[in-house]
């Protein structure tokens, strides 16, 4: 079989997913494109040795979460933090879900790297805490206290919104 064969087929099944989590890591679109076109190059340069491992998928995702830390990183030290402000939507918006998914991306983007990479991988990805500790290099326990304390801090960021309630007909209006 071609090498580059599988890699086409890797990238084909896996890319959708590696744009999710990109998406998440980063916080933005672009940078989330380019994350991923970074990552399956790596990938494709190594792709020999990643097609004779046993988990491809956790090899490409450790790729990726390296590439997203090393930007952090750089990208820490050079752009100033924005502020954030409440920009939670008015009850009963209907656009509210989109609001709130982008609320979440920003609160993701304030958490550490660390505790980031972890809640990313347990929800974005479905990974056990087992699997996270294999990607990471790190204990199962270092993981469970990374998510707990990542999830602390989300909870901290983003207050629980009430669901807009249904619609109640008027005391003494007909609904039939």
């Known amino acids: 079989m071609d090498p580059g064969e599988g890699f086409s087929s890797f990238v084909a099944a896996r890319s959708g997913a590696l744009f999710r989590g990109a998406l998440v890591l980063t916080g933005s679109r672009e940078a989330a494109e380019d994350l991923v076109q ?28 390296n590439l997203a830390n090393d930007r952090w990183r750089r990208f820490r030290r050079v752009v100033p933090q924005q502020d954030t402000g409440d920009d939670r939507p008015a009850p009963g918006d209907e656009y509210g879900r989109v609001d709130s998914r982008d609320q979440l991306v920003r609160a993701l983007q304030r958490l550490p790297i660390g505790m980031r990479t972890v809640v990313v991988l347990r929800y974005f990805h479905d990974l056990s805490d087992a699997e ?45």
Do not use: N
Request: charged letters at 30%; hydrophobic letters at 30%.
């Open 38 to 65: 970074e990552t399956l190059e790596r990938t494709c340069r190594r792709w020999r040795t990643i097609v004779a491992q046993d988990a491809p998928d956790a090899y490409v995702r450790r790729i990726m979460v």
């Open 132 to 176: 996270i500790a294999e990607d990471l290099r790190i204990s199962p326990s270092a993981v469970r206290s990374q998510l707990t304390r990542g999830l602390e801090k989300l909870r901290a960021q983003i207050p629980a919104h009430s669901e807009p309630s249904s619609p109640q007909p008027r005391k003494g209006t007909r609904t039939g």
